[in-house]
Structures are given as C-alpha cells and as structure tokens.
C-alpha cells in the first residue's frame, strides 16, 4: 500500500459526460501528480500541483482540469468525454518538489461507452 | 526524438539474471528512475540514480548509467516468477512550469519456472 488513495477504482460512463476523479495524497506529501495509461499512449503525464499551486503542466487535454485543495487532496475533472479517454489514471504524490521517490496510487480505471 | 525507449518484452527463466534497457532524452535529467506495475496495480518505485552516479546496487537490482550514450539499464539477479510485470524507465524533465516524470511505454517481464 504506497499510501495514495484513489477513488472510484472503477467507472463507466457515456460519451459527452463529466466524471471526477479524487485523489488523497500520502500523509504529509504537498505534491501530487496526474498521470493517464492507455495502450497507445503509454504512461503520460496530465499535471502536477504543489501545496495548492499547479506547477507543471503535461499532455493535458482542454476538456480536462484540475485542482488541489487547502487539505491538499487533488481532484481530476474530465468533462466532454470521448471514447478515446478510456484509460486508468493515476496519482501520484511526493514530500517536496521533484518526482523523486513519487508514489502512486492505484489508479482509477475509467471505461467510456 | 522526445520518447524514452524501451524493448516491449523479455523473458527469461527463473534464476536467471534479467536485463531490462532504456534510452531517455534530456541529458538534463537529474534522476532516472525505475518503476514496476503488477496486474491490477499501480506503479511501485523500484528504485532511481542521480545523474551524477555511474551505478546504483540495492539488493537484487543493480542500475547502470550510461551519461554520454543517455542509456540506462535494470539488472535483476536471481529473478523470480514474483519479478513478472512490466517495468517502466521514467526520466525526470524541467521545465518553467516544474517538473514531470516522462516515461517509456514500458517492458514487459516473463518469468518461467
């Protein structure tokens, strides 16, 4: 268990929806990280915010925000979904900023119909 | 090109030593990382080297860096059927904005008994 809670493990919805995604980093950790896993795309990296701030900005599409809370909780919000946005993302968090010794959550799978 | 490479796939027999290999792109990368995905999981740190070092041992793993090639390498001694998943290479990229970890599409480990 690295500690990064992600919710809903699972979720499926219909094309032209909205879906939030939440994220509560590892106690103590300011940074947290989105990441998308598709089969074609591989691993890409959405967005990071730290203590509340967002800090670097990855393939992110248009459709697709973000935002991190005072108690430092992050949330994903994919809006106009297409079925090309079936994917797992994942969070990931860390103590300061920089990727070393990042740990990621399980991932939430999220299936478009 | 932008892509950090990997092989897709390696097998190899219980015992063996395992060799998984990665070109990355930014020669300013400051940590290269090693990242492994179970079935079902998310991704568990293995284990990262700082730019400035030539090779990292911990435990089974020993980690080589090649600077001027911008090759890096995962040995697994001993390697066990747990070892089966896939390994991802990551490379740590600043920008103004902060920094990301870009990662490669990752190789698929096969152990047999």
């Known amino acids: 268990d690295s500690g990064v809670t992600q919710t809903p493990k699972h979720l499926i919805t219909a094309t032209g929806q909205r879906v939030t995604l939440r994220c509560s980093p590892r106690s103590g950790d300011l940074s947290v990280y989105w990441y998308q896993q598709s089969l074609d795309q591989g691993l890409q990296f959405l967005i990071q915010y730290y203590n509340g701030e967002e800090r670097a900005k990855g393939n992110i599409l248009e459709r697709f925000s973000a935002q991190q809370f005072p108690d430092l909780h992050s949330e994903l919000n994919l809006s106009s979904l297409e079925l090309g946005d079936s994917a797992l993302y994942f969070c990931a968090s860390s103590v300061v900023n920089s990727n070393t010794e990042a740990f990621f959550g399980q991932g939430t799978r999220l299936t478009v119909v | 090109g932008e892509d950090v490479e990997q092989s897709l796939f390696l097998s190899v027999r219980e015992g063996d030593s395992s060799v998984i290999n990665c070109t990355y792109t930014?020669?300013?990368?400051?940590?290269l990382y090693w990242y492994k995905q179970e079935p079902g999981a998310g991704l568990q740190l293995l284990t990262y080297?700082?730019?400035?070092?030539d090779m990292k041992q911990d435990q089974r793993l020993t980690v080589l860096l090649n600077k001027k090639d911008k090759h890096l390498s995962l040995r697994i001694a001993d390697t066990q059927t747990g070892d089966s998943a896939i390994y991802f290479c990551?490379?740590?990229?600043?920008?103004?904005?902060?920094?990301?970890?870009?990662f490669g599409k990752g190789t698929t480990l096969s152990v047999s008994s």
């Open positions: 990551a490379e740590s990229r600043f920008n103004q904005a902060g920094t990301a970890l870009i």
């Open positions: 080297i700082f730019s400035n070092m």
């Open positions: 930014d020669s300013s990368s400051t940590y």
